[in-house]
């Protein structure tokens, strides 16, 4: 006698266990609500599988027939409740596997926008290429030439703890860095060019501070250099002033103080009222003559102004934000409502 009567063959030579895997098979393959009646008519119909076998039965000794009986009672109560399942399921997906319903109303894919720095950066430079300034761009891996010396910034000058910088490490240089303000555009644009130049350039800059609610240790600044014959400091506070309106209103009250940059002569800082008290927005002045000179520039024949401000602070003022780090945390709600 076999071990194991659950599969032991009927008469018909199928038995419980051979069946159970037919019928299971057959079901998965099911794909209509025709195809599920014909199998459960093929298995268990009056002249179905499983009728047959226990029909088979009969001609079994009284000690298998309890034994295949039972699994077969089981067998079909487990078949039954399959097919109930998959009958419901069929009926909830009437739709042909793969259709598109092309009634459903067409649904407005979402549109990414521009960074908030962006925007205020391309609103920097149109205003002041409304007033003759060409946009330039430059690196931002730059050479301590360009950072520094030639912005009559030496090495060993107590000025350069102004820029804590991030040097960059290499096995051959020692001189390169991750600029820490776009000022270096001013001797490579003047080191290219002959005057007269009117260029503004936007860009990231990077410096090895902490950070707090008005300090990023990457940010955005906006440079502006204009060198010609005959510009004097009235030159530099007119574009100033013209620009603060075009981007603060012309009410918005506007305040110069004298500042230190070793590469202007003098240095100025613009600062504009906000709710009472005086914000500062920019460093500017005229362009030291050193610098001039450095570029290769006459600076008995020309002069020249310079300036450098923070989009990120300016928008800061502009929108409310009272918090710098905002601007590059990534997190949407912040960044989808400008
Ligand atoms: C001065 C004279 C010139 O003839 C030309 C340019 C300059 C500006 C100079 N190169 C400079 O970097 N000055 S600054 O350190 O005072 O920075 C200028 C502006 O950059 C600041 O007014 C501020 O708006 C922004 N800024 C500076 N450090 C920042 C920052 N924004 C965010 N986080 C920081 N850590």
New binding site residues.
């Given amino acids: 006698m076999p071990k194991d009567h659950g599969v032991q063959a009927t008469q018909a030579g199928e038995s419980v266990e051979e069946l159970k895997i037919a019928a299971i098979t057959a079901l998965d393959s099911t794909e209509s609500g025709e195809q599920l009646e014909a199998w459960r008519v093929g298995f268990l119909g009056r002249k179905g599988r499983l009728t047959g076998l226990l029909r088979g039965l009969g001609s079994l000794d009284i000690e298998h027939r309890k034994v295949v009986g039972a699994a077969a009672n089981s067998l079909r109560g487990e078949l039954e409740a399959l097919y109930e399942e998959r009958s419901k399921q069929s009926k909830s997906s009437q739709a042909p596997v793969g259709s598109i319903d092309i009634t459903l109303p067409g649904r407005r894919p979402a549109l990414g926008g521009l960074h908030p720095s962006t925007q205020m950066i391309r609103e920097i430079t149109q205003a002041f290429n409304e007033m003759g300034f060409q946009t330039i761009e430059g690196p931002e891996v730059e050479l301590e030439k360009y950072n520094f010396d030639m ?1 009559n910034i030496p090495a060993n000058h107590p000025a350069r703890d ?2 804590d910088t991030i040097w960059v490490d290499s096995d051959t240089h020692n001189d390169v860095l991750l600029r ?4 270096p555009m ?1 001797a490579r644009t003047m080191e290219a060019n002959d005057p007269p130049i009117r260029v503004v350039v936007p860009g990231k ?1 990077y ?1 090895y ?1 902490s ?1 707090d609610a ?8 906006v ?3 204009a060198v010609d014959e005959g510009i004097t400091f009235a030159d530099l506070k007119g574009t100033l002033y013209e620009f603060a309106r075009r981007i603060f209103g012309s009410q918005r009250k506007v305040r110069f103080r004298c ?1 230190f ?1 070793p ?2 002569e003098p ?1 100025v ?1 613009m600062s504009i009222e906000w709710n009472g008290n005086w914000i ?8 030291h003559p050193k610098v001039l000179e450095n570029a290769g520039y006459d600076s008995t024949k020309y002069t020249g ?10 928008s800061m003022l502009r929108n409310e934000i009272t918090d ?1 780090r905002h601007f590059f945390s990534n997190d949407l709600r912040f960044l989808t409502q400008f």
């Fill in positions: 912005l102004q820029w820490t303000h776009t000022s001013q800059c410096r501070e950070t008005t300090h990023e240790w990457h940010f955005n600044q440079e502006g250099l500042d940059f590469f202007v240095g800082d500062e927005i920019l460093g500017a002045g005229m362009v102004f310079a300036f450098g401000m923070g989009p990120e602070r300016i710098i």
